[in-house]
């Protein structure tokens, strides 16, 4: 008798994604460290590439090399002029999932954009980026800081206002009644957030970012809302039987934060935590198994 074998394709799956959020949350930094993929993850992820398809993409992994591994850091993102990444994903088989390649657009914005959301002074140019919000297939929102003025006054507002328009326009058009919103906590290094990344939803937004938290739930159906915690930098050794939870940040002596003035400290044990999650999320509607990445 012959044995047939079953082969299965991987699955190929593409979106159009924004990465919006609130100033210097580490959107940038976020795309390059996933683009450039520190050798870390490949050890530890076999068969896992990243691969750079417009020249923008490409420009951000030498952006990645020149700034972030030398110890510096981006200047901000400029408005009017989003760069727009396009570059693929592929993750092996594993147990638990097929093959599956991510061809992915993700535009990057400047954290200024989203605060207009929240200044009604600035609904003129809050109109312009929100024509190219609401033409995307997902969002990605980037926060950082929880501090409670932030929560009531920028993030709850702004995506108040986001919603509501999301929301209207979803009348006159259908695809925008499936658009998917990842809320990602950045810089989950931090010694006080790195126990809580394990559940984001529960242990960073419901109880950090509360008012920010009840204006999503109350305006997005739990298919089209999920809660992610991330960090570009990681923590000095996530591997199995060797430890080491310090942050692998650097924060310049002058009393700035490390929430938003740090530096990757060691390059050679770089290591990620928690990046292509959203992404693969947002594209499949699936949950990834390993968080790690
Ligand atoms: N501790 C820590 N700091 C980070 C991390 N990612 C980025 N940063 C720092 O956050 C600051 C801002 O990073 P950017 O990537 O420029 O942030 P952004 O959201 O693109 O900023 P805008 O474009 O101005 O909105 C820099 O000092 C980064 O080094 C991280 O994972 N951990
Ligand atoms: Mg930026």
């Known amino acids: 008798m012959t044995q047939s074998i079953i082969i299965k394709k991987p699955q190929v799956t593409a979106n159009d994604i924004r990465i919006i959020g609130s100033r210097k949350s580490g959107k940038t930094t976020y795309l390059a460290s996933l ?59 594993t147990k638990k999932s097929p093959a599956i390649t991510l061809n992915l657009n993700v535009k990057d914005y400047s954290g200024e954009t989203f605060e207009c959301a929240a200044i009604p002074q600035k609904s003129s140019e809050f109109e312009e980026y929100l024509e190219d919000w609401l033409s995307a297939q997902s969002w990605m929102i980037m926060l950082t800081d929880w501090e409670t003025e932030n929560d009531r006054k920028i993030y709850a507002p702004a995506l108040k206002k986001l919603l509501k328009e999301l929301s209207e326009q979803s009348e006159v058009n259908e695809h925008l009644k499936k658009l998917k919103v990842a809320v990602v906590m950045s810089k989950c290094e931090r010694g006080e957030l790195w126990p809580c990344r394990l559940d984001a939803e529960e242990d960073l937004f419901r109880v950090r970012l509360k008012e920010t938290y009840q204006v999503l739930k109350e305006n997005l159906p739990p298919s089209r809302l999920r809660f992610f915690a991330c960090s570009s930098f990681g923590v000095l050794s996530n591997s199995y039987g060797e430890h080491d939870p310090r942050p692998n940040r650097w924060i310049p002596d002058d009393g700035s934060s490390a929430e938003f003035s740090a530096y990757l400290r060691d390059a050679s044990i770089w290591q990620p935590f928690g990046l292509i ?17």
């Open 35 to 93: 683009l450039r993929m520190p050798e870390q993850l490949k050890k530890q992820f076999k068969g896992l590439k990243i691969t750079a398809i417009s020249d923008d993409a490409e420009d951000l992994i030498g952006s990645a090399k020149d700034i972030l591994e030398q110890g510096a850091i981006f200047t901000g993102t400029d408005i009017g002029d989003e760069p727009y990444f396009a570059f693929q994903i592929s993750i092996p088989a």
């Open 277 to 293: 999650s959203p992404l693969y999320w947002l594209t499949t509607g699936r949950v990834f198994h390993d968080e790690r990445l």
